[in-house]
């Protein structure tokens, strides 16, 4: 049983998960999973080469498990804030935007439950796809997201801010980047997009792959920064609910 209007959280069968708790670990576990995973892919030396893009630890073995498993959980943690936040701030937002960024949100989670399973060696025409819906979905998500609120707190509203600056601008270096590389190496060798080696494209990949990174980062800022307005919108819920 899923109830998502509970004054303390949302409650799944038995279990309450608290707003405060359920924005942390929409960061928490991607940020964890992702370390783990790349950490895990180079020092059992399946690394390709340095640097490697973060879907490149994907690999058969410990990496992969706990890759996949924990872009799962995060799709679902990210889907059930995404209706949570819609739920406090429906009352006092600009709702239109609040709910262009729902919409959003929820496509860019079930997009990244699919990238969980879509990994780049076997799939790799549906996994770039689904890797542009969750970066630009997402990145588009924390912009709505925002601005759909009236009064921000100011300490949420500062970390967001930065955090989608930097979001954009890594988004455009790892696309220019990524998209000059393709473009050369496909005129020189004459091959489709989805067969080009990845050796092939390393000197682009190396500005490209610490950029993701960047991006995985800042993307995450944006989850965090959202912890003050939830909480503060939280206990205005929770207020309501009592003096109705």
Sequence with gaps: MLDLKRQDGIRLSSVVLSD???VRLSWLV???S????VTLHFVLGNARDLPFFISEADYPGPERFVFTTGLLISAVLHCLLTLRMYILFKSHSRRRILFAATILGVTSSTHLAVLAFANMYDYIVIHVYTSIVVFHGGFAWAILAHYSLEKPHPKGRQIRLASIAIAFVSLM??????NRGITQ???ELGLESNLI???QLQPWIVVAAPAEFILFFSLLGCLASFSWDVRDNSSQFEKTAIEG
Excluded: E, G, K
Aim: net charge positive; proline share 9%; with cysteine.
């Design 20 to 22: 405060a708790r359920l």
């Design 197 to 199: 080696p990845l050796n």
């Design 185 to 187: 190496v496909r005129s």
């Design 173 to 178: 270096v790892m696309t220019v980047s990524i």
């Design 30 to 32: 991607p940020l964890c």
């Design 34 to 37: 992702v370390l783990i995973a």
